[in-house]
């Protein structure tokens, strides 16, 4: 029994955190009523309290995926080279940023939703409590517009310590170089979408597609750990 409990600690915890991390992110993604809806509009479709719930499962999906994106750049740094572990080093300060980020912009709507379903008298009318509410979601949908900016800049920084800039060796190197590309999709994202935010739609379920993929193939022995040599 002993055993068992010692063997079930001595698991690398990162791929299970990226397989299982994004797919709650996702999922909560795909089911939050705002896409591209601005101002009133977005503030009517968060009046409803049952948001909540969906609300914890993100910040838990968003909470495993960038511990996991953390432990991976800890684990690249086992062995890495002065060069590596400065990218590393930076890809971990962007990694905290964009978990700030998403979790001062999901916070935002949250605050929106407390506001709207409020049912005592810390406002005197309705439209003073829909006057917070907008101001609320605003500040809020700023902080969304910096987060890929900062996200990418993590992927790029970790691919580079990975990869380098050379063509990739192996499935490996393969994968994780796949994180450069996805990563400045990702930080150009504010300049190449529009209002509607069709781009955003796609960009962000790619980038867990990748982290899904990542952490699949390192359970399954199909790449290599990071630092497990």
């Known amino acids: ?45 968060l009046n409803d309290r049952g948001l909540l719930i969906l609300a914890v499962v993100g910040v838990l999906g968003m909470s495993l995926t960038f511990a996991g994106l953390h432990l991976l750049s800890m684990d690249m740094k086992k062995g890495a080279n002065r060069c590596s572990t400065q990218l590393l080093n930076m890809a971990d300060l962007f990694i905290f940023g964009t978990f700030g980020l998403f979790l001062a912009g999901l916070g935002a709507q949250v605050a929106v939703i407390l506001t709207m379903t409020d049912t005592s008298a810390v406002f005197t009318s309705d439209l003073m409590r829909e006057s917070v509410a907008v ?18 800049m993590a992927m790029i920084s970790m691919g580079l310590a990975y990869v380098g800039l050379k063509m990739p060796e192996g499935m490996t190197e393969g994968a994780f170089f796949m994180l450069m590309p996805i990563g ?14 069709a781009e955003l739609q796609f960009v962000f379920p790619l980038t867990m597609l990748l982290y899904i993929a990542l952490g699949g193939l390192m359970l399954a022995g199909k790449i290599d750990e990071p630092g497990s040599e």
């Open 184 to 197: 400045l999709v990702n930080t150009l994202l504010p300049l190449i979408q529009d209002g509607e935010q």
């Open 1 to 45: 029994m002993l055993g068992t409990g010692l063997h079930v600690m001595s698991r690398n915890l990162t791929p299970i955190m990226l397989l299982a991390g994004p797919l709650m992110f996702m999922g909560a993604f795909f089911q939050w009523p705002i896409t591209n809806q601005v101002g009133m509009e977005a503030v009517n479709l």
């Open 135 to 152: 101001t609320v979601y605003n500040a809020g949908n700023g902080i969304w517009a910096l987060t890929p900016v900062v996200w990418g």
